[in-house]
């Protein structure tokens, strides 16, 4: 079974990767048949649709890329999360947010649930997001 850094960089190599032939592949080994994807941009259920879920991010935001190295992945159970951010073709930071994964019994991701932006504020404080999605995802 692989480690949690490791399923952490492959998951990274997933988002920048632009060609969808070697994107495909790449997915296949960091995620279950099955997984499901979700963030508040979409959602993505298995087979063909987290392919086309990357490519929309990338067609949406041509020349920007996801890091997912920006903090070091901690797990417990069979559960991890890490901190990534999407920068411009400039490099400047977009938007950061956190995702929270589940892993198989084979090491893959069968889950990973994404939120954008800065955890919100406790009621009577100010926002603190920043970026294009900054605020959204609140109840």
Not at 25 to 47: F, I, K, S, V, Y
Not at 87 to 101: L, Y
Request: aromatic letters at 6%.
């Amino acid at each position: 079974m692989p480690g949690l850094q490791e399923v952490q960089k492959t998951c990274g190599a997933v988002w920048i990767e632009p060609d969808v032939h070697r994107r495909r592949p790449l997915l296949e080994t960091a995620r279950a048949d099955d997984d499901l994807c979700q963030n508040p941009g979409g959602e993505a259920r298995g087979g063909n649709a987290p392919v086309a879920h990357i490519g929309a991010m990338q067609a949406q935001f041509p020349g920007a890329r996801v890091e997912v190295t920006t903090s070091g992945a901690y797990g417990h159970h069979d559960r991890i999360r890490f901190a990534w951010r999407m920068v411009d073709a400039r490099g400047r930071v977009q938007i950061e947010g956190m995702d929270f994964a589940r892993i198989d019994s084979n090491g893959r991701l069968a889950e990973i649930i994404g939120f954008f932006g800065a955890a919100p504020p406790a009621a009577g404080q100010r926002p603190r997001g920043r970026g294009l999605f900054a605020g959204q995802g609140r109840l």
